[in-house]
């Protein structure tokens, strides 16, 4: 046989496909960013699906993302305000309220929307393989469309008092994120937890109302003894509470050792949540 047959002979064979086995990982799994930055366009679709599904079939759609921080504060101002009278900081008790509760609310609801991800898209646990943390994440970062609306609103009761805005308000993204990473932090936690354990989906309301009562959102952080600031700032939350209020308070406090150590127990607990979840990830098909 000459040697172009036996070339043309080579070309008729069929070229075989490659084979590519998907393997959960051993041990504690490593953080594989370079495949989280590959599924951008994943994370896009799924934050889109959750902002359509958030608001499906409402009467007044978007307006929730208003309506929830404006009548908890009328609530707020009634009961601590006028009646117990607590401290505001010198700033009227609806900002001050407010203020807290702009923030307060995206993290309530990211919290227990992150913590459900996985248990309520089980369906697509099933069906495809993808990067488990971009649930919630997507619900994280789904929220941050309802921080925004709702700053507008905190702007707005500020030119209805008078309070002129200061450059301090620059600030506003970085306790954004700050309060977007407090929220991601314990989901990604209850997340993984969820699929084995159905018992956190009752657990996340109760931790919500308790974390509540430990954040000054009511209050102000000023009546916790100096002593024990170090260890109320172990709360990411509050920092991020303190922050808002020291946006347009001038006469707020100074937030830089408090907030530090928010900062800080953030990053620990949400190093170790993206480890715990990678290393958790492996059996979530099969368990939910």
Do not use: C
């Not at 697509?124 to 709702?150: E, H, N, S």
């Not at 956190?200 to 931790?207: A, N, S, T």
């Not at 808002?244 to 308070?249: D, G, P, T, V």
């Amino acid at each position: 046989m000459t040697p172009a047959a036996d070339y043309f002979r080579g070309m008729s064979r069929p070229v075989a496909a490659p084979v590519v086995r998907i393997r959960p990982p051993k041990g504690w799994a490593p953080l594989d960013l370079r495949e989280l930055a590959g599924a951008h366009e994943l994370l896009y679709f799924l934050v889109l699906r959750n902002l359509k599904l958030r608001y499906k079939q409402t009467a007044l759609g978007a307006a929730w993302a208003l309506l929830q921080p404006l009548l908890t504060m009328a609530v707020f101002t009634v009961v601590f305000g006028r009646l117990a009278r607590l401290d505001s900081e010198g700033l009227p008790y609806p900002v001050f309220a407010l203020a807290a509760l702009v923030p307060w609310t995206y993290f309530a609801t990211a919290l227990a929307q992150a913590g459900n991800s996985l248990v309520d898209q089980q369906q697509l646990l099933t069906k495809v393989y993808f990067p488990r943390l971009l649930l919630p994440l997507a619900a994280a970062i789904a929220g941050l469309v309802d921080l925004a609306i709702a700053f507008t609103l905190l702007l707005l009761a500020l030119a209805w008092y008078g309070i002129a805005p200061s450059a301090r308000l620059l600030a506003a993204p970085a306790f954004g994120l700050l309060a977007a990473a407090s929220a991601l932090a314990p989901g990604v936690w209850l997340a993984a937890l969820n699929v084995r354990y159905r018992d956190v989906r009752h657990v996340i309301p109760f931790l919500v109302q308790i974390w509540l009562f430990v954040t000054p959102v009511a209050y102000s952080s000023g009546i916790v003894p100096e002593r024990w600031r170090p260890l109320y700032g172990l709360n990411p939350m509050a920092g991020v509470v303190d922050g808002f209020r020291w946006m347009i308070a001038p006469s707020a406090p100074a937030v830089g050792p408090s907030l530090a150590v928010s900062v800080a127990a953030v990053a620990i607990l949400l190093t170790a949540g993206l480890y715990f979840f990678r290393r958790m990830e492996r059996s979530f098909a099969d368990v939910v």
